[in-house]
Protein backbone atom coordinates (compact mmCIF):
# COMPACT_ATOMS: atom_id res chain seq x y z
CA UNK A 1 0.00 0.00 0.00
CA UNK A 2 3.02 2.46 1.07
CA UNK A 3 5.54 0.82 -0.77
CA UNK A 4 6.16 -1.03 -4.30
CA UNK A 5 5.72 -4.52 -2.64
CA UNK A 6 7.81 -6.36 -5.97
CA UNK A 7 10.96 -4.82 -5.72
CA UNK A 8 14.03 -4.94 -3.87
CA UNK A 9 16.61 -2.20 -3.52
CA UNK A 10 20.44 -2.75 -2.63
CA UNK A 11 21.66 -1.05 0.31
CA UNK A 12 25.27 -1.09 -1.15
CA UNK A 13 24.80 0.12 -4.80
CA UNK A 14 20.69 1.28 -5.10
CA UNK A 15 20.21 -1.66 -7.98
CA UNK A 16 16.61 -2.68 -7.90
CA UNK A 17 15.60 -6.67 -8.29
CA UNK A 18 12.64 -8.12 -9.01
CA UNK A 19 11.29 -9.78 -5.15
CA UNK A 20 11.31 -13.40 -5.73
CA UNK A 21 10.31 -15.96 -2.77
CA UNK A 22 12.64 -17.12 -0.53
CA UNK A 23 13.54 -21.00 0.72
CA UNK A 24 14.55 -22.03 4.08
CA UNK A 25 18.21 -20.84 4.58
CA UNK A 26 18.27 -19.08 1.26
CA UNK A 27 19.95 -15.48 1.06
CA UNK A 28 19.38 -13.32 -1.54
CA UNK A 29 22.46 -10.67 -2.81
CA UNK A 30 23.08 -7.98 -5.39
CA UNK A 31 24.66 -9.74 -8.48
CA UNK A 32 26.57 -5.93 -8.99
CA UNK A 33 27.76 -5.43 -5.30
CA UNK A 34 27.10 -8.73 -3.30
CA UNK A 35 25.70 -7.27 -0.73
CA UNK A 36 22.94 -8.83 1.07
CA UNK A 37 19.55 -8.37 -0.26
CA UNK A 38 17.18 -11.09 1.47
CA UNK A 39 17.85 -13.97 4.34
CA UNK A 40 14.67 -15.74 4.60
CA UNK A 41 13.48 -15.38 8.52
CA UNK A 42 10.78 -18.29 9.00
CA UNK A 43 10.07 -16.93 12.80
CA UNK A 44 12.57 -15.19 13.57
CA UNK A 45 10.86 -12.82 14.81
CA UNK A 46 9.38 -14.75 17.40
CA UNK A 47 12.30 -15.73 18.96
CA UNK A 48 13.59 -12.30 19.22
CA UNK A 49 10.13 -10.96 21.21
CA UNK A 50 11.08 -12.59 24.48
CA UNK A 51 14.66 -11.19 23.78
CA UNK A 52 12.67 -7.46 23.73
CA UNK A 53 11.01 -8.35 27.15
CA UNK A 54 14.16 -9.01 28.85
CA UNK A 55 16.02 -5.97 27.38
CA UNK A 56 13.23 -4.04 28.39
CA UNK A 57 13.71 -5.51 31.51
CA UNK A 58 17.49 -5.68 32.61
CA UNK A 59 17.21 -1.56 30.68
CA UNK A 60 14.78 -0.68 33.65
CA UNK A 61 17.09 -2.71 36.32
CA UNK A 62 20.31 -1.27 34.97
CA UNK A 63 18.73 2.30 35.27
CA UNK A 64 16.94 1.72 38.52
CA UNK A 65 19.25 0.88 40.52
CA UNK A 66 22.56 2.55 41.61
CA UNK A 67 25.66 1.84 39.52
CA UNK A 68 28.02 4.01 41.52
CA UNK A 69 29.57 5.51 44.62
CA UNK A 70 30.70 9.04 45.10
CA UNK A 71 32.47 10.06 48.04
CA UNK A 72 31.96 13.97 48.49
CA UNK A 73 33.47 15.31 51.98
CA UNK A 74 33.85 12.03 53.22
CA UNK A 75 30.06 10.98 52.80
CA UNK A 76 29.39 8.16 50.31
CA UNK A 77 26.41 8.72 48.07
CA UNK A 78 24.85 6.08 45.66
CA UNK A 79 23.69 7.11 42.26
CA UNK A 80 22.42 5.71 38.88
CA UNK A 81 23.81 5.62 35.45
CA UNK A 82 22.24 8.97 34.35
CA UNK A 83 22.79 10.95 38.03
CA UNK A 84 26.56 9.68 38.17
CA UNK A 85 26.64 11.41 34.31
CA UNK A 86 25.45 14.05 35.54
CA UNK A 87 27.14 14.32 38.50
CA UNK A 88 31.01 13.42 36.28
CA UNK A 89 29.65 16.41 33.94
CA UNK A 90 28.33 18.88 36.05
CA UNK A 91 31.05 21.10 35.59
CA UNK A 92 29.95 23.37 32.45
CA UNK A 93 29.15 19.98 30.15
CA UNK A 94 25.88 19.99 31.48
CA UNK A 95 24.49 20.72 28.24
CA UNK A 96 26.68 17.77 26.63
CA UNK A 97 25.79 15.71 29.43
CA UNK A 98 21.85 15.57 28.83
CA UNK A 99 22.70 14.94 24.46
CA UNK A 100 24.86 11.97 25.44
CA UNK A 101 22.05 10.77 27.53
CA UNK A 102 19.71 11.56 25.07
CA UNK A 103 21.43 9.18 22.54
CA UNK A 104 22.77 6.60 24.84
CA UNK A 105 19.34 6.22 27.19
CA UNK A 106 16.36 7.01 24.42
CA UNK A 107 17.63 5.77 21.31
CA UNK A 108 17.74 1.83 22.67
CA UNK A 109 15.05 2.58 24.85
CA UNK A 110 12.90 3.47 21.64
CA UNK A 111 14.29 0.91 20.07
CA UNK A 112 12.81 -1.98 22.07
CA UNK A 113 9.40 -0.29 22.58
CA UNK A 114 9.22 -0.27 18.80
CA UNK A 115 10.15 -3.29 18.51
CA UNK A 116 7.95 -4.55 21.48
CA UNK A 117 5.20 -2.71 19.84
CA UNK A 118 5.70 -4.42 16.51
CA UNK A 119 6.44 -7.58 17.28
CA UNK A 120 3.54 -8.66 19.65
CA UNK A 121 0.77 -8.72 16.54
CA UNK A 122 2.90 -9.89 14.18
CA UNK A 123 2.95 -13.21 16.22
CA UNK A 124 -0.80 -13.10 15.50
CA UNK A 125 -0.24 -12.45 11.42
CA UNK A 126 -1.21 -8.68 11.97
CA UNK A 127 0.93 -5.13 10.87
CA UNK A 128 0.04 -2.70 14.09
CA UNK A 129 -1.31 0.63 13.23
CA UNK A 130 2.30 2.96 11.78
CA UNK A 131 3.67 -0.21 10.78
CA UNK A 132 5.34 1.16 7.76
CA UNK A 133 6.68 4.72 9.54
CA UNK A 134 7.94 2.77 12.57
CA UNK A 135 10.09 0.20 10.75
CA UNK A 136 11.59 3.39 9.12
CA UNK A 137 12.03 4.78 12.40
CA UNK A 138 13.82 1.91 13.71
CA UNK A 139 16.12 1.13 10.69
CA UNK A 140 17.08 5.15 11.11
CA UNK A 141 17.91 4.13 14.97
CA UNK A 142 19.79 1.12 14.10
CA UNK A 143 23.55 2.55 14.04
CA UNK A 144 23.07 3.96 17.93
CA UNK A 145 21.86 0.61 19.50
CA UNK A 146 25.22 -0.24 21.16
CA UNK A 147 25.88 3.51 22.05
CA UNK A 148 24.59 2.44 25.75
CA UNK A 149 27.07 0.22 25.89
CA UNK A 150 30.10 2.45 25.14
CA UNK A 151 28.50 4.90 27.86
CA UNK A 152 28.92 2.34 30.66
CA UNK A 153 32.38 1.67 29.24
CA UNK A 154 33.33 5.80 28.72
CA UNK A 155 31.90 5.72 33.28
CA UNK A 156 33.59 2.85 34.51
CA UNK A 157 37.20 4.34 32.98
CA UNK A 158 36.36 7.93 34.27
CA UNK A 159 35.14 6.29 37.57
CA UNK A 160 38.67 4.17 37.39
CA UNK A 161 40.78 7.55 36.89
CA UNK A 162 38.46 9.20 39.87
CA UNK A 163 39.78 8.40 43.46
CA UNK A 164 36.03 9.68 45.09
CA UNK A 165 34.05 7.14 42.79
CA UNK A 166 33.54 3.61 42.18
CA UNK A 167 31.53 1.01 40.58
CA UNK A 168 28.99 -0.98 43.21
CA UNK A 169 29.09 -4.47 42.11
CA UNK A 170 24.73 -4.42 42.35
CA UNK A 171 22.33 -5.56 40.42
CA UNK A 172 22.36 -2.37 37.93
CA UNK A 173 25.92 -3.67 36.78
CA UNK A 174 24.45 -7.15 36.21
CA UNK A 175 21.70 -5.72 34.47
CA UNK A 176 24.09 -4.00 32.16
CA UNK A 177 26.31 -6.79 31.16
CA UNK A 178 23.07 -8.73 30.59
CA UNK A 179 21.65 -6.11 28.20
CA UNK A 180 24.87 -6.38 26.52
CA UNK A 181 24.30 -9.76 25.40
CA UNK A 182 20.74 -9.12 24.70
CA UNK A 183 21.35 -6.17 22.55
CA UNK A 184 24.17 -7.90 20.91
CA UNK A 185 21.43 -10.82 19.85
CA UNK A 186 18.13 -8.54 18.81
CA UNK A 187 20.34 -5.94 16.77
CA UNK A 188 21.43 -9.00 14.50
CA UNK A 189 17.58 -8.72 13.60
CA UNK A 190 17.95 -6.37 10.49
CA UNK A 191 14.94 -3.98 10.73
CA UNK A 192 14.18 -4.50 6.86
CA UNK A 193 12.86 -8.21 7.48
CA UNK A 194 10.08 -6.53 8.74
CA UNK A 195 9.01 -5.84 5.11
CA UNK A 196 9.80 -9.26 4.22
CA UNK A 197 6.98 -10.37 6.99
CA UNK A 198 4.86 -8.01 6.32
CA UNK A 199 4.32 -8.84 2.78
CA UNK A 200 4.09 -12.60 3.43
CA UNK A 201 1.57 -12.18 5.67
CA UNK A 202 -0.99 -9.86 3.72
CA UNK A 203 -3.26 -7.23 5.90
CA UNK A 204 -6.60 -9.35 5.14
CA UNK A 205 -6.28 -12.08 7.45
CA UNK A 206 -6.12 -9.55 10.10
ZN1 LIG B 1 24.45 -3.92 -4.95
Keep these: MHLVPHVVICEGCDAVYPKTPLASGETARCTRCGTEL ?21 FAVANLFPIVSIAIGGKHSTTTLVGAV ?68 ILVAIVKLTSSAEVIAGPALGAFVALTVLLTAILSFQPRNFWQLAFAEPESRA
Design 38 to 58: ERYMGDTHKRILPLVVAGLLM
Design 86 to 153: MALTEEGMGEVAMLVLATTLLFPLLQLLILLYLLIPLTRQRRPPGFTQLVKALQSLQPWGMVEVFLLG
